[in-house]
């Protein structure tokens, strides 16, 4: 499986924007670019996923690389609530079953 | 609310005592899967069902087993608990596996304790 590559942890005020990176260097051209996060003591939750084009939805933005080899996933304006580990995830449509988790961020939000 | 239930949240076994791990859910999917999430580390599959075709993960330990005896229940066993097996236990669900936009649904997770 491709692999990907995120910071460790990131802080960030209340009310401001994220923008969470993640590389994915030796992405292939089928894989989809999936984004989940996981709040403290529960399961992992989807966040948003993308092929190609940028994509938006109520939780979040995901801008892609047009090179396709980084992201970015972006909360326009982060709370109390957003305090997650955020994982970015490579599915290949061979092995779409799966979901391979990296390390993840670890974002932080203060007041 | 649709959703994926996981009982009991909490479970303790002593070391050797086999243990099963429930997981219902009210999607109506036909995909399942358990995750294992030791602490500190990202989720690792085990296996998954797709209906009543069971899919085991290569480096899936013998000592975890699996059973679905309908859409909507899956349970975990493990037969012989060691130390090493102390993790959150996260089951899943999804509506195709051959679908790489579909989003998984995960329960609150089964924290499992071996003492």
């Known amino acids: 499986d491709a692999k990907t590559t995120q910071p460790n942890s990131m802080e960030s005020n209340e009310e401001e924007p994220v923008h969470l990176p993640c590389n994915h260097s030796?992405?292939?051209?089928?894989?989809?670019i999936h984004w989940y996060r996981q709040l403290p003591s529960q399961g992992p939750e989807y966040v948003i996923h993308g092929l190609t084009s940028n994509v938006n939805n109520r939780m979040a933005s995901l801008a892609i690389a047009e090179d396709r080899k980084s992201s970015t996933l972006i909360l326009h304006r982060a709370t109390l609530r957003d305090a997650a580990v955020y994982y970015c995830i490579l599915r290949d449509p061979g092995t779409a079953s799966k979901l391979t988790f990296g390390t993840g961020t670890r974002l932080q939000v203060t007041l | 609310d649709a959703m994926v239930i996981q009982n009991p949240r909490y479970q303790v076994t002593q070391f050797g005592k086999p243990v099963t791990l429930s997981c219902s859910q009210t999607?109506?999917?036909?995909?399942m899967y358990w995750y294992q999430q030791k602490s500190s580390q990202a989720p690792k599959l085990l296996f998954h069902?797709?209906?009543?075709?069971?899919?085991n993960e290569a480096d899936t330990p013998d000592n975890f087993q699996s059973r679905r005896p309908n859409t909507s229940f899956c349970f975990l066993d493990i037969r012989s608990p060691g130390l090493g097996d102390a993790a959150m236990y996260l089951c899943?669900?999804?509506?195709?596996?051959?679908?790489?936009?579909?989003?998984?649904?995960f329960g609150p997770g089964t924290r499992l304790t071996v003492l």
């Open positions: 069902y797709y209906d009543k075709d069971f899919n």
């Open positions: 999607l109506n999917h036909n995909v």
């Open positions: 030796t992405i292939s051209g089928t894989d989809y």
């Open positions: 899943a669900t999804s509506s195709e596996t051959s679908v790489p936009t579909n989003e998984q649904f």
